[in-house]
C-alpha cells in the first residue's frame, strides 16, 4: 500500500481564498483523523472519522473550518476564508479502528496564508 | 481535558549512549498511548502502541513502558546512532479514538 496520501504537499494562497486539502487513507481503514501542527502550538487533532461518520469535531478552531468524508477512500478539509494565522503544517492519518491500532500518517499538507 | 508534557524538550547525547525520553501525561483514563518518531518537514512514523493493559512493549533498541497510575511514559533508546536523530513525540488515546500529542523531544545524536 501506499500509505496515507495528502495533497497537495505545500499550498501557497492569499488570504481571503478558500483552501482545500485532500487525504486519502490507507485502503481497509477505517478511521481518519485530521492534525493540525505549528510551531507555536504543536500537534492539534481537528476532527476525527469512524466508518466515514465524523465522531469529534471540538478541535476545529472555527467555523471556518469544514471536514467531510464521502467516502472510505477519500476525505477533505477545507478553510473558508483562510486567514494567515492558518499557516502550518495540515497532517492526515488512519487506522484500523478509532484507538487500538497504530494510527499511520500522511506526509503532511504546509499552508501558507498570505 | 487531557495534557501531555515531553520533557526534556531537546536533548543532545553522543554515539553509543543510551537514553531515555520522558512523556507524562493528566488523565489516567487512556486506552493506550503511542509514540512516533518525526523527521525535519516529514510526517509522524509510529515507533510503539502501548496499550493500556500493557507495561512496555520492545521494537529492537527501542523499549516503550508505561505507568498509568502516575501518568508516565518512557521511550528507551539503547546504543544511540546519529540516523535516530529526530523529534519523537508521544500521544495518549482515548478508547473515543481522541488524541493528545505532547509537544516532542528533539533528539541529536552526534558522532
Known amino acids: 500500500d501506499a500509505g496515507v496520501i495528502q495533497s497537495p504537499r505545500h499550498e501557497v494562497t492569499e488570504m481571503g481564498q478558500e483552501v482545500t486539502l485532500r487525504c486519502k487513507p490507507i485502503?481497509?481503514?477505517?478511521?481518519l483523523f485530521w492534525y493540525r501542527q505549528t510551531m507555536m502550538r504543536g500537534l492539534e487533532l481537528l476532527i476525527y472519522?469512524?466508518?466515514?461518520?465524523?465522531?469529534?469535531d471540538s478541535g476545529m478552531p472555527e467555523d471556518r473550518f469544514s471536514a467531510k468524508m464521502p467516502n472510505a477512500s477519500f476525505s477533505t478539509l477545507k478553510i473558508q476564508p483562510s486567514e494567515p494565522r492558518d499557516s502550518a503544517v495540515y497532517f492526515c492519518?488512519?487506522?484500523?479502528?478509532?484507538?487500538?491500532?497504530?494510527?499511520?500518517f500522511g506526509a503532511g499538507t504546509r499552508l501558507s496564508v498570505l | 481535558k487531557q495534557e501531555v508534557t515531553q520533557i526534556p524538550a531537546a536533548l543532545s547525547v553522543p554515539e553509543g549512549e543510551n537514553l531515555v525520553l520522558n512523556c507524562s501525561f493528566t488523565d489516567s483514563a487512556i486506552y493506550n498511548l503511542q509514540w512516533f518518531r518525526q523527521d525535519p518537514g516529514k510526517g509522524l512514523t509510529s515507533l510503539l502502541l502501548i496499550q493500556s493493559s500493557q507495561r512496555e512493549q520492545t521494537s529492537g533498541r527501542l523499549n516503550a513502558s508505561l505507568d498509568k497510575s502516575s501518568g508516565r511514559s518512557t521511550l528507551y533508546i539503547a546504543a544511540s546512532q546519529p540516523g535516530d536523530s529526530a523529534t519523537y513525540l508521544c500521544?495518549?488515546?482515548?478508547?473515543?479514538?481522541?488524541?493528545?500529542f505532547g509537544d516532542g523531544t528533539t533528539l541529536t545524536v552526534k558522532p
Open positions: 500521544a495518549a488515546h482515548t478508547n473515543a479514538g481522541k488524541s493528545t
Open positions: 485502503s481497509g481503514h477505517n478511521s
Open positions: 472519522f469512524n466508518n466515514n461518520v465524523p465522531i469529534d
Open positions: 492519518a488512519s487506522s484500523y479502528g478509532l484507538a487500538k491500532n497504530i494510527q499511520y
